[in-house]
């Protein structure tokens, strides 16, 4: 089975822009956490879909959003950047009927923002 | 407020000796429990989990241990090897439904084993 796969690998930004990343979740895994990692903060939990639905949100800005489509994929958007969204930024699958779940990463997008 | 602790940020072990990797959390609505490992660049890789209702699980050189009462847990490897070196986090998900899809990530402990 393919992994979690995340698209585009790296991106470099600049202030004011907005940028969208794309995860394609294991085939059969309904449920899609995102994650943002930073130096500073670590991993912190952005939001997660299910079946189309956000289900969850982290403490995050709304410039931070996300859709999940019929597939299970999932986009996050952010709007307006700023130089502190500078992260690396992960998205996560799972079977998702239970929080007693496991999770699996994908290999994560790198984003620069200058 | 960090509900899940590493307290050690590094640790560095002889090759064929054992790892042991902790961390702490807070909240007790925590009921699953997780280890990562992750390389520079690379997303985590799922190692192992434990669910509340356990106290150990294992899986080949690597096991956990969870102490609920102190609300601790540990990560086993024996024998270490040197492509275990990377950076290992613990995580946590909680009960109730506004946790779903909800990890709790630890800050990492950087594990290097030398030859």
């Known amino acids: 089975k393919a992994g979690v796969t995340q698209t585009p690998r790296y991106l470099i930004k600049t202030r004011g822009q907005q940028v969208t990343l794309s995860c394609s979740p294991i085939?059969?895994?309904?449920?899609v956490s995102w994650y943002q990692q930073t130096p500073g903060q670590g991993l912190q939990f952005l939001f997660e879909?299910?079946?189309?639905?956000?289900?969850n949100k982290g403490n995050f800005p709304g410039r931070f959003s996300g859709r999940q489509f019929s597939n299970s994929r999932s986009e996050m958007n952010v709007s307006t950047l700023e130089l502190g969204d500078s992260a690396l930024y992960l998205c996560?699958?799972?079977?998702?009927?239970?929080?007693?779940?496991?999770?699996?990463f994908g290999p994560g997008t790198r984003l620069l923002v200058l | 407020d960090q509900q899940v602790k590493q307290n050690s940020p590094s640790l560095s072990v002889q090759e064929g000796r054992i790892s042991i990797l902790n961390c702490d959390y807070t909240n007790s609505m925590f009921d699953y429990f997780l280890w990562y490992k992750k390389y520079p660049a690379e997303g985590p890789t799922f190692l192992i989990s434990?669910?509340?209702?356990?106290d150990k699980n294992e899986d080949g050189r690597f096991t956990v241990f969870l102490n609920k009462s102190a609300k601790h847990l540990s990560l086993h490897i024996v024998p270490s090897q040197p492509g275990d070196s990377a950076v290992y986090f613990c995580?946590?998900?909680?009960?109730?439904?506004?946790?779903?899809?909800?990890?709790?990530f630890g800050q990492g402990t950087i594990l290097t084993v030398h030859p």
């Open positions: 996560a699958s799972s079977l998702a009927a239970d929080v007693k779940e496991t999770q699996y």
């Open positions: 879909y299910f079946s189309e639905t956000q289900r």
């Open positions: 995580a946590a998900s909680a009960r109730g439904g506004t946790s779903y899809g909800k990890l709790t």
């Open positions: 434990i669910s509340s209702i356990k």
């Open positions: 085939s059969g895994h309904r449920s």
